[in-house]
Nanobody, 127 residues
Framework: VQLQASGGGDVQAGGSLRLSCTAS????????MAWFRQPPGKEREFVAA????????LYSDSVEGRFTITREDVKNTVWLQMNSLQPEDTAVYFC?????????????????????WGKGTQVTVSS
């Protein structure tokens, strides 16, 4: 499985960006996926997750109400729509994929809940 993330860039506070993550490979279809981010000098942190069916989603408190995770299985792609961006959203954003379904959506909110990771895409929000 390979994951390709894109859509990062520079934006002013209050602006929007949409990240995409496309999975490829034999086992890439219809898997739970998640977004994490790593701010400068900090640990990687959970942002959002979506179940393999798309029915269940989960967001971190810091992005709830501003970010939306969706998926389009025909394209094996997950998007992260980010609105009302703030300087504290500046980070490298990574997408991850879980091969096996887990009991709880919250299980994908930990790095060890995912099996594959893509290279990150940089998001920089200026004030």
């Amino acid at each position: 499985v390979q994951l390709q993330a894109s859509g990062g860039g520079d934006v002013q506070a209050g602006g929007s960006l949409r990240l995409s993550c496309t999975a490829s490979g034999r086992s890439a279809s219809r898997r739970a996926m998640a977004w994490f981010r790593q701010p400068p000098g900090k640990e990687r942190e959970f942002v959002a997750a979506i179940s393999y069916s798309g029915i269940r989603t989960l967001y971190s408190d810091s992005v709830e109400g501003r970010f939306t995770i969706t998926r389009e299985d025909v394209k094996n792609t997950v998007w992260l729509q980010m609105n009302s961006l703030q300087p504290e959203d500046t980070a490298v954003y990574f997408c991850g994929l879980a091969l096996l379904p887990r009991d709880r959506i919250s299980d994908y909110a930990r790095p060890d809940g995912l099996d594959y990771w893509g290279k990150g895409t940089q998001v920089t929000v200026s004030s």
